[in-house]
């Protein structure tokens, strides 16, 4: 019977074996959920599938569930964390779960979650709305209904409530639905919207040399004093990167994620630009992140743990400020994230 090696987040540097049921199959770098102690179930990451294990097969535990069926890691990703455990000597199932957003490590499926809208019904749409004027709100969210459908993430921001949707919902004037946002594709319309400076000769030469090794594996440093332009530099670099329809990784450091610099990029590129910050919520980074690795996003700017973000088309990686010291990981898995971005490429 197969055994699955499946490391789990926690501070021990080894795998734990678990017997697939017949029928059921996984690939490394998926996620499983496992029996782990007395009467508790865990989130592990298979890392390999064997038919041996140290241990007798009839003392190991079954796999409970299988979460995904491809890896929720790119191949360069996975590449990268299996050789960071054993570099940084670090235990593989935090150095794994280190790598993934919150919710994924929960279980959640590695899948854009359905967008969920109010809509008005055919009740809703025929019934007088003066028959609501005893309740204010309700007769102000179903005249907004009328309008169009509203998002529920939308409702906050209104001047009715949660509870006046309900409210309608029962009466039978209003109803949820989903959709499943569709995946729109950057490249068809891409172009650099925001205004060029002209490059100076040692920029353009700096930018030359730079995409002349575009297609094979290369490391520069730009080093000048501030102001010199070596933002300039890497922007249009940037530039002929997408206009191959590659995407692109920005690490900045931690006091360097300003709103200005992500405006910056926004101005400049007429393509969909992620932010991977601490003030995101565990949905938003989820979002991020799943944009990322289907190609949607063309760049995703973020400090350290940016680096194992997934890309489908990954075509280069700007460390800006690269002698940092907001790019060394000071507690629980200690790593230098921008001597990984080197291993990456």
């Known amino acids: 019977m197969p055994v699955a090696h499946v490391a789990l987040p ?14 059921m199959t996984v690939k490394a770098g998926c996620r499983v959920r496992v029996p782990f102690g007395k009467q ?6 298979v890392v390999s599938v064997s038919d041996v294990s140290e241990l007798p097969l009839n003392e190991l535990k079954a796999v409970v569930e299988v979460l995904d069926v491809e890896p929720v890691f790119t191949h360069s990703v996975w590449r990268l964390l299996l050789w960071a455990a054993d570099y940084y000597h670090h235990p593989i199932g935090d150095v794994l779960f280190h790598a993934l957003p919150i919710l994924l490590r929960q279980g959640r499926p590695a899948a854009n979650a359905p967008m969920w809208y109010w809509f008005a019904t055919e009740q809703g749409q025929a019934v007088d709305l003066n028959s609501l004027k005893r309740s204010p709100k309700q007769q102000q969210a179903l005249a907004a209904l009328r309008q169009g459908k509203i998002w529920r993430d939308q409702v906050a921001t209104l001047e009715f409530n949660d509870a ?17 946002p569709e995946f729109s594709d950057w490249r068809t319309n891409y172009a650099v919207s925001g205004e060029r400076l002209r490059l100076n000769t040692e920029q353009a030469t700096a930018v030359g040399a730079i995409h002349s090794a575009a297609d094979t594996f290369s ?16 922007l249009s670099v940037l530039e002929n990167v997408l206009a191959q329809g590659k995407q692109a990784l920005v690490m900045v450091p931690e006091i360097g994620l300003t709103p200005q610099t992500i405006a910056r990029f926004r101005e400049r590129f ?4 992620e932010v991977l910050h601490s003030g995101l919520n565990d949905s938003e980074r989820l979002s991020a992140w799943l ?14 743990s940016a680096l194992f ?17 907001s790019y060394k990981q000071q ?15």
């Open 309 to 325: 973000t997934p890309f489908k088309n990954l075509g280069v990686i700007v460390i800006d400020e690269e002698h940092d010291s």
């Open 164 to 180: 006046a949707l309900q409210a309608l919902r029962k009466k039978g004037l209003c109803d949820l639905a989903s959709e499943t």
């Open 10 to 23: 926690v501070p021990l540097p080894r795998t734990f074996d678990y017997l697939l049921p017949e029928g």
């Open 270 to 273: 007429n393509a969909p630009v």
């Open 331 to 345: 507690e629980g898995w200690r790593y230098h994230a921008r001597d990984l971005a080197v291993y990456r490429a």
């Open 40 to 45: 508790q179930e865990r989130i592990g990451v």
């Open 219 to 234: 490391a520069w440093l730009l080093a000048g004093v501030t102001g010199s332009g070596k933002t300039e530099v890497y």
């Open 291 to 304: 944009k990322a690795k289907n190609g949607e996003a063309a760049i995703v700017i973020g400090t350290r």
